[in-house]
Structures are given as structure tokens and as C-alpha cells.
């Protein structure tokens, strides 16, 4: 019973600190990359991708409790390395190992500009995880890792990065800002300036084109207008105690929204639903392992 019980708290320390119930998000950029891209999006080697990426944003996950773990012993003590339930060392180890796995299986089955941009990603990680606290431009440096991201598949399933792929990889980058600078208040359970909120509107202005493709396609970029706007009128008002954390969830999960929208103004319903279904997960997996 003990060694079964230790077993569980080890697998349940790993989730957490890889805040592994936002993964669907990950895996809907790279269908939404793939497809914005003109690649196939049912072949072997999105799977790669998709696995590349996820060892991408877990290894990021670790790394980030690996550098704030000074921090998290006084503001979040129960996070795994100030309650030592791990150690510092093997977080930095296994979130390096990650990162390095990530971009061998993208140099496996990309081209040279895939490993490049795979290469960037990995430094752009650790470079937000380094330095993130009190870093004013912080949120625009995790905006990019998800542009990345977008980019890293393109050229790894056709070689090269779409103009499309540009404009909507700037799109959710800007979304990921917005959220990123709600997150850096969800301890204080309160947002000072509203102003840089107004990013999350990026996606819904680039997928505008959503309304020239029928009623499924209207129906997904207007999901996303509503899902974002309550989050976001959480964060105005707060009308209860964790009122932020809450908003900040569901603009995780609304992530995988964004990637839906932008598929729909292209007409691509059936990986639109795709990644709809990615956002419907990512709600559920919060309920077990806290997204941030």
C-alpha cells in the first residue's frame, strides 16, 4: 500500500508540474498550423509534431517552476520543489531533457528551417522561464513561444511558413499575451490596466473571415467571441473571490477556441470541430490538474 501510494503522489507531482490539462491547446496549434499550412493533417508526421510540441510545453512547464522555485517558497509554497515533494535538480533535468527530445523529433522528420525555428522555440522557452517576474515584456516573449509553435509544424510538414500561417500565428501570439498578463496578477486575484486585453481580440478580427463560409463557420467564431468576452468581463468585475484564476483558466482552454476560429474563416470545418473538441478536453483536464 505504501509503495502504491508513493507511486500515485510521484505521477500526480509530474502532471502538476507540467500542467499537463493544457496540452489539448498545444495540440490544436499544430492542427491549425498544419492545416493553415496546406499540409496533411492526417499524416504520420503530425504525429511527431505533435509530440515534439508536447514535450516542448512540458519541458517549458518544468524549467518554469525550476526558476521560480525561490519565489513559489514564498508566495506558493505548496508548488512540488518548495514543499519537497521533488528537488530542484531533477525539475531543471527532466524539463532540459524535454526540450532536447522536442527538437530531435522535429530535426527527424522537418527540414533544416523546421530544426531552426524548433531551435528558437527551445530558446525562447527557457529565455521566458529565466526571466519572467517583473519582466514587462514577458508576455509578449510567451506570445511568441506559441507563434512558434504555429511556424515550427508549417515548415516541418511543407517546408515553409505561409503568409497565412505569419498573420495567424500573430494572432494567437497577441491572444497569449492578453492571457499571460492576466495570469501575472492571478495570485493577487485582482488585474491593474485592462488596456493590454484588448489583444485577445486578435484572433476574432483574423478569423473574421469565418462569416463568408456558412453558419458552422459564423457559430465557431462566434463561440470564441462569447467565450472570451465572459472571460474577460470576470477580470473587469471579479464578482467573486477567484474570479482571475478563473478567467485565466478559461482563456487557456479558449487557446484551442482561437486555433478553431482561424480554421473556420478558411472554410476547414472538420478540424475547426477538431479543435473545438481540443477546447471541451482542456476544460475537463483542469478539473484534475490545475492549468496553472
Same mark, same amino acid.
Not at 103 to 128: D, N, P
Given at each position: 500500500? +505504501?509503495?502504491?501510494?508513493?507511486?500515485?503522489?510521484?505521477?500526480?507531482?509530474?502532471?502538476?508540474?507540467? =500542467?499537463?490539462?493544457? *496540452?489539448?491547446?498545444?495540440?490544436?496549434? %499544430?492542427?491549425?498550423?498544419?492545416?493553415?499550412?496546406?499540409?496533411?493533417?492526417? $499524416?504520420?508526421?503530425?504525429?511527431?509534431?505533435?509530440?515534439?510540441?508536447?514535450?516542448?510545453?512540458?519541458?517549458?512547464?518544468? /524549467?518554469?517552476?525550476?526558476?521560480?522555485?525561490?519565489?513559489?517558497? =514564498?508566495?506558493?509554497?505548496?508548488?512540488?520543489?518548495? $514543499?519537497?515533494?521533488?528537488?530542484?535538480?531533477?525539475?531543471?533535468?527532466?524539463?532540459?531533457?524535454?526540450?532536447?527530445?522536442?527538437?530531435?523529433?522535429?530535426?527527424?522528420?522537418?527540414?533544416? +528551417?523546421?530544426?531552426?525555428?524548433?531551435? /528558437?522555440?527551445?530558446?525562447?522557452?527557457?529565455?521566458?522561464?529565466?526571466?519572467?517576474?517583473?519582466?514587462?515584456?514577458?508576455?509578449?516573449?510567451?506570445?511568441?513561444?506559441?507563434?512558434?509553435?504555429?511556424?515550427? +509544424?508549417?515548415?516541418?510538414?511543407?517546408? !515553409?511558413?505561409?503568409?497565412?500561417?505569419?498573420?495567424?500565428?500573430?494572432?494567437?501570439?497577441?491572444?497569449?499575451?492578453?492571457?499571460?498578463?492576466?495570469?501575472?496578477?492571478?495570485? *493577487?486575484?485582482?488585474?491593474?490596466? *485592462?488596456?493590454?486585453?484588448?489583444? /485577445?481580440?486578435?484572433?476574432?478580427?483574423?478569423?473574421?473571415?469565418?462569416?463568408?463560409?456558412?453558419?458552422?463557420?459564423?457559430?465557431?467564431?462566434?463561440?470564441?467571441? !462569447?467565450?472570451?468576452?465572459?472571460?474577460?468581463?470576470?477580470?473587469?468585475?471579479?464578482?467573486?473571490?477567484?474570479?482571475?484564476? =478563473?478567467?485565466?483558466?478559461?482563456?487557456?482552454?479558449?487557446?484551442?477556441?482561437?486555433?478553431?476560429?482561424?480554421?473556420?474563416?478558411?472554410?476547414?470545418?472538420?478540424?475547426?470541430?477538431?479543435?473545438?473538441?481540443?477546447?471541451?478536453? +482542456?476544460? %475537463? $483536464?483542469?478539473?484534475?490538474?490545475?492549468?496553472?
Amino acid at each position: 500500500m +505504501t509503495i502504491a501510494a508513493h507511486a500515485s503522489v510521484s505521477l500526480t507531482t509530474l502532471l502538476r508540474l507540467g =500542467r499537463v490539462s493544457n *496540452l489539448p491547446t498545444v495540440w490544436t496549434n %499544430v492542427l491549425a498550423g498544419a492545416v493553415l499550412a496546406g499540409g496533411d493533417w492526417r $499524416s504520420w508526421r503530425l504525429g511527431f509534431v505533435l509530440l515534439a510540441m508536447s514535450l516542448f510545453y512540458v519541458g517549458g512547464m518544468y /524549467l518554469n517552476d525550476y526558476f521560480d522555485r525561490a519565489v513559489d517558497a =514564498r508566495e506558493r509554497p505548496e508548488r512540488p520543489i518548495p $514543499s519537497g515533494v521533488i528537488s530542484a535538480r531533477a525539475v531543471g533535468a527532466i524539463g532540459l531533457g524535454l526540450l532536447g527530445g522536442g527538437f530531435v523529433l522535429i530535426a527527424a522528420v522537418g527540414t533544416l +528551417t523546421a530544426s531552426a525555428l524548433a531551435a /528558437l522555440l527551445a530558446g525562447t522557452i527557457v529565455a521566458y522561464d529565466f526571466h519572467h517576474k517583473r519582466n514587462p515584456v514577458a508576455p509578449l516573449v510567451m506570445g511568441a513561444c506559441r507563434a512558434l509553435v504555429y511556424a515550427a +509544424t508549417a515548415a516541418a510538414l511543407t517546408g !515553409g511558413v505561409p503568409m497565412l500561417v505569419v498573420v495567424a500565428a500573430v494572432a494567437v501570439a497577441a491572444y497569449v499575451a492578453g492571457l499571460t498578463y492576466a495570469a501575472r496578477q492571478e495570485n *493577487l486575484d485582482k488585474v491593474g490596466n *485592462l488596456w493590454p486585453l484588448a489583444l /485577445l481580440v486578435a484572433p476574432m478580427v483574423v478569423a473574421v473571415g469565418a462569416f463568408r463560409h456558412g453558419f458552422d463557420a459564423i457559430a465557431i467564431h462566434l463561440l470564441l467571441v !462569447g467565450w472570451t468576452g465572459a472571460a474577460a468581463y470576470l477580470l473587469a468585475k471579479r464578482p467573486a473571490a477567484g474570479s482571475v484564476s =478563473r478567467a485565466v483558466a478559461w482563456l487557456i482552454a479558449g487557446i484551442s477556441l482561437c486555433d478553431a476560429a482561424l480554421l473556420a474563416s478558411i472554410g476547414t470545418i472538420t478540424p475547426a470541430l477538431v479543435a473545438i473538441g481540443g477546447f471541451f478536453l +482542456t476544460l %475537463v $483536464s483542469q478539473k484534475y490538474v490545475a492549468g496553472t
